[in-house]
């Protein structure tokens, strides 16, 4: 048990680390090959955030414990509002601009809707897989397009500017495929201990997922989201949900279903789907209302937020002790 514990630790400190380089190094290839910003932010970045969702995933199903890999998705998805929209707005009101809600939350709400019809039917197969990986494809080709056309900026990372200009492109590459290797250890690392948990303590793989591994994943966002705060864009942490959430629900859950075809549990129809669906749906009423005044997420919003969440996580406590009691 203490080693299987040690290995979700070690994973997950290793996964988040590792990430992190991944995007770092990533993005200041991009800028030596002279790709916009713009591209940066939507594909590289998008994609890195949600590395450690889609590799924990993906070898949980090629492990033979698929409802590890949904309980990842789904309660990332849940713990990027829940949570970390929760914590950030508590920090700071988090301003939320009118065109996100007019144009990328229904690009979420499509996205979780079509998880959802692929999801009802409890199983995932290579034609769910095309489908929504060409959902997100699409998405990422519209969004890169009305940013163009507009001039909106995507990604306005000091950071990786900084690091471009000390980083060599031969570094950054070598940077890119060392990030890839430990991110590939650490999600074994991590989904290998919290399999033996599970399997220790009779409780499911879905709960383990939902719960350990879920939070765990969501820690690169949860960081990213602290950073903005920390520098003052607060408005950026929408954005990096919103985003996150689109490669959870398409392509965390996409990408297995691609390599292989695999049943669900089914209390992810009547417990879990309903959280995250509800729970988009409140964040979105939440940023839209009261009418008439300034879109933003206060105190009170984000209290109530991190509440959803905090009583979502007490009733799978609860369901965990009823079980193996």
């Known amino acids: 048990m203490l080693l299987s514990l040690a290995a979700i630790v070690v994973g997950l400190a290793l996964l988040v680390w590792s990430a992190d380089q991944f995007v770092d190094s990533a993005t200041t290839i991009a800028r030596h090959l002279g790709v916009s910003s713009l591209i940066i932010g939507i594909t590289i970045v998008g994609f890195g955030t949600s590395a450690p969702e889609i590799l924990v995933s993906v070898i949980a199903v090629l492990e033979g414990t698929p409802n590890l890999a949904i309980g990842n998705a789904l309660g990332s998805n849940i713990a990027n509002i829940g949570l970390i929209l929760g914590v950030t707005a508590i920090l700071a009101v988090v301003p939320i601009d009118r065109t996100i809600l007019k144009r990328e939350y229904p690009l979420l709400l499509i996205a979780t809707a079509v998880m959802v019809w692929c999801l009802f039917d409890l199983k995932l197969d290579f034609v769910d897989g095309i489908m929504l990986l060409t959902l997100l494809i699409i998405m990422l080709w519209y969004m890169i397009d009305i940013h163009r056309k507009n001039g909106i900026p995507i990604a306005d990372s000091n950071d990786a500017e900084e690091q471009g200009e000390t980083m060599s492109l031969n570094a950054a590459i070598g940077w890119v495929v060392l990030g890839l290797i430990i991110l590939v250890g650490s999600s074994k690392l991590l989904v290998w201990g919290a399999t033996n948990i599970a399997i220790a303590l009779g409780v499911s793989d879905l709960i383990i997922g939902l719960t350990i591994v879920a939070i765990g994943t969501s820690l690169p966002e949860l960081a990213a989201s602290i950073s903005s705060l920390k520098k003052g ?66 105190r009170i919003k984000g209290f109530l937020l991190l509440a959803c969440f905090v009583i979502y996580q007490i009733y799978l406590y609860y369901e965990v002790i009823t079980t193996t009691a």
């Open 233 to 298: 864009h607060t408005d950026l942490a929408v954005g990096n949900v919103i985003g996150s959430n689109l490669f959870n629900s398409l392509a965390v859950i996409g990408i297995p279903a691609m390599l292989t075809s695999f049943t669900i549990d089914e209390t992810v129809l009547y417990r879990d789907l309903p959280v995250v669906a509800g729970l988009t749906f409140l964040f979105f009423g939440l940023s839209r209302f009261p009418l008439g005044v300034k879109h933003q997420l206060t």
